[in-house]
């Protein structure tokens, strides 16, 4: 491959390993451990017989994990490539929603930082060059384990075998991350050397194969109990590093991604049934808990990375503390009525689809949406909601899901106390000061939303108020979730549908809802003990509980549904002020240019180098 071609020049390989760690912005804790004076000249021999340098290996295979979930350029979410959000952003989400992602164009840079040409938009590019360049760095660490020289005194062997562990699970996590990109991959365990000849030799494997690999070798790192199943609550930098638990987590979702329509079309039970018992090993530790909804907001999205909010829910939370969310992607409350900030923010950024407001259920569970039409502005709304009174035209936001006054800032709702300048109360309408909406148009106020929408779940209110957008950004923190304990539950209720256990999946199914208010799955109009409808219903329950923790980018494509009616296409709502306090509403399909919803970016193209380098692993077929 080009991108292993240009990482194998030198004998170590660490050119590349140095690039990433300077320019995706770990933590100084971690530069510290690697004197890179000479690294891009050193011998490996050189470097194995340095404490430090042995244990920047180790922060090298860290480098590949994205520092925040904002890491695209310039400042765009993971959630933004898919139906959950909007971003009118230019440059990679450009390229990405107009479709022009190729085998010879990434469409993504995969990094803020414009100076990393490699994770930038070339062939060979985006999240195939991040990832695999990550991999190999594991593998340096990995298969150089012991032929470190440094004195056990130095360095002794529970801190090497703990540094292997950790690759192991980090190289299972960026294999996971490639595969539900591009479909399966071969497995690399081995940092392959700059005469290697084999590349033309590898094939795909089935999605089974790999997947039951990466589940085999996690269980291997859990069965050694090696690294700590939760890190130090009072380091701050050893909670930077992944605990014990991320492993069974990963094997958990592994195995579902295997056991998911796309990858198992005709629905083998056996293979659910693992991806269960996956679920069901971590859940029987009884090691975490979910918590208590009132406290979701402050303690799973807006704590200091100080705070021990990985004693209950959160298992890993990304290293950047990402205060400035809300500025790039936030509101303009420096130009309302009253002013509730004395800055502006840069860009409205990522925005809720209409799509996703539809997603969030009734307070007696009813689902608002039955099917959408082709533009997604005339939907056919449930007999459900209809029969509980939902008005779309005139209060379409009354008895909702308590969730949804957490997540969305639509017109009117309560967004919290800013600092120093009093409670954020935000109207989208259009013409309303500083944050009203930009309405159905390609152009307008990049300050503002376009689909009439704000998002609120991870954002800290606090961030607005007095002082300047350095100020704001010093007084919150609000790390991306990597993985925390509500997911396991989802998982598991998933798989127990999918091998047909239908009550243990709606029971398990019920630890999300009831912790968020909504009752029991059973108690809910229309229920049916029915597979596809119970199914439907897990898949809406993952939607609204994991939004924008990067999961419904993967959940689209595994579940084979990014190209069908309800998902192709993206719409926005229009909220205009007919007299003082009055409001009505009017649905409208997103008139920019949304190609990145069918059947071509299911499955991502190989970069066109590589799989010239590699043409036993073709394309997906769509690419062909």
Same mark, same amino acid.
């Given at each position: ?52 340098? $042995? ?40 390229? /990405? ?15 803020r ?23 190999r ?13 440094? +004195?056990?005194?130095?360095?002794p ?9 950790? *690759? ?12 539900? !990109? ?22 795909? +494997? ?12 996690? =269980?291997?790192?859990?069965d ?44 083998? +039970?056996?293979?659910?049934?693992? *991806? ?31 705070? &021990? ?21 936030? !509101? ?24 996703? $407001? ?25 007999p ?9 035209? &005139? ?31 935000v109207?989208?309408?259009?013409g309303?000061p ?34 300047? &957008? ?11 979730? !990597? ?9 598991y ?9 239908l009550?243990?999946?709606?029971? =398990? ?17 229309g229920?049916t003990?029915?597979?596809? /409808? ?21 959940? %689209? ?9 309800n ?26 240019? /949304? ?25 997906? %077929?769509?690419?062909?």
């Amino acid at each position: 491959m080009k991108m292993y071609k240009n990482i194998i020049k030198n004998l170590l390989g660490t050119s590349l390993i140095v690039l990433l760690l300077t320019q995706t912005g770990c933590e100084k804790a971690f530069e510290k451990a690697l004197d890179r004076a000479d690294d891009s000249r050193e011998t490996l021999t050189g470097i194995l017989g340095d404490a430090n340098k $042995v244990r920047g290996l180790l922060n090298s295979c860290y480098a590949g994990v994205p520092q925040d979930r904002s890491d695209i350029y310039f400042w765009t979410t993971f959630e933004s490539l898919d139906d959950n959000a909007f971003e009118a952003q230019n440059q990679s989400m450009e390229n /990405w929603r107009n479709g022009l992602l190729s085998p010879s164009f990434a469409a993504l840079a995969v990094t803020r930082e414009s100076s990393n040409k490699l994770l930038f938009f070339t062939d060979g590019g985006g999240y195939w060059a991040r990832y695999w360049a990550a991999i190999r760095a594991c593998n340096v660490l990995i298969g150089n384990i012991d032929n470190i020289t440094v +004195p056990l005194s130095v360095m002794p062997q529970e801190e090497r075998d703990q540094m292997r562990d950790e *690759a192991l699970i980090l190289r299972a996590y960026f294999h996971i991350q490639l595969i539900g !990109m591009y479909g399966p991959i071969p497995f690399m365990d081995t940092a392959q050397p700059v005469e290697f000849k084999g590349w033309g030799n590898l094939t795909r +494997p089935t999605y089974d194969e790999i997947a039951t690999r990466i589940a085999d070798e996690l =269980q291997t790192v859990i069965d050694r109990k090696i690294v700590p199943f939760r890190r130090d609550p009072l380091n701050s930098n050893d909670k930077l590093r992944v605990p014990l638990s991320f492993a069974y987590g990963l094997k958990s979702r592994v195995l579902l991604y295997n056991a998911s329509p796309l990858n198992n079309p005709n629905g083998d +039970p056996a293979k659910y049934e693992r *991806a269960a018992a996956a679920a069901k090993q971590f859940l029987d530790l009884n090691a975490y808990s979910l918590e208590p909804f009132e406290n979701t907001k402050k303690n799973l999205y807006n704590s200091n990375i100080n705070e &021990n909010v990985e004693a209950t829910e959160v298992i890993w939370r990304s290293r950047s503390s990402l205060g400035n969310l809300s500025f790039v992607h936030g !509101m303009n409350l420096s130009a309302t009525t009253p002013k509730r900030s004395n800055f502006s923010n840069y860009k409205a950024g990522e925005t809720p689809t209409q799509e996703m $407001v539809d997603s969030y259920e009734l307070k007696d569970g009813s689902l608002i949406i039955k099917n959408y039409d082709a533009t997604h502005a005339n939907p056919t709304f449930t007999p459900e909601a209809l029969a509980a009174g939902y008005d779309d035209v &005139n209060k379409p936001y009354v008895n909702r899901d308590d969730r949804f006054y957490r997540d969305i800032l639509f017109n009117g709702n309560d967004f919290g106390e800013s600092y120093q300048l009093g409670p954020i109360k935000v109207f989208t309408y259009l013409g309303a000061p500083g944050t009203g909406t930009n309405g159905p148009a390609t152009s307008g106020d990049d300050k503002r939303t376009f689909t009439g929408y704000y998002y609120g779940k991870d954002r800290d209110p606090l961030f607005y108020g007095s002082g300047t &957008n350095n100020d704001g950004s010093a007084r919150v923190s609000q790390h991306s979730v !990597m993985m925390r304990y509500a997911e396991i539950y989802l998982n598991y209720a998933e798989a127990l549908c999918g091998a047909n256990r239908l009550d243990e999946a709606c029971t =398990q199914l019920d630890m999300t809802r009831l912790r968020a208010h909504q009752p029991s799955i059973r108690l809910v109009p229309g229920f049916t003990l029915n597979k596809e /409808w119970l199914m439907n219903r897990i898949h809406n329950e993952r939607r609204v509980e994991l939004v924008l923790e990067d999961s419904r980018f993967f959940d %689209v494509r595994r579940w084979d549904i990014i190209s069908n009616k309800n998902t192709n296409t993206i719409s926005g709502m229009l909220p205009e002020q007919v007299s003082p306090g009055v409001f009505k509403y009017t649905r409208y399909q997103m008139p920019w240019t /949304w190609k990145c919803h069918t059947e071509k970016y299911k499955i991502l193209p190989i970069p066109l180098s590589d799989q010239k380098l590699m043409p036993k692993i073709l394309q997906p %077929v769509a690419w062909r």
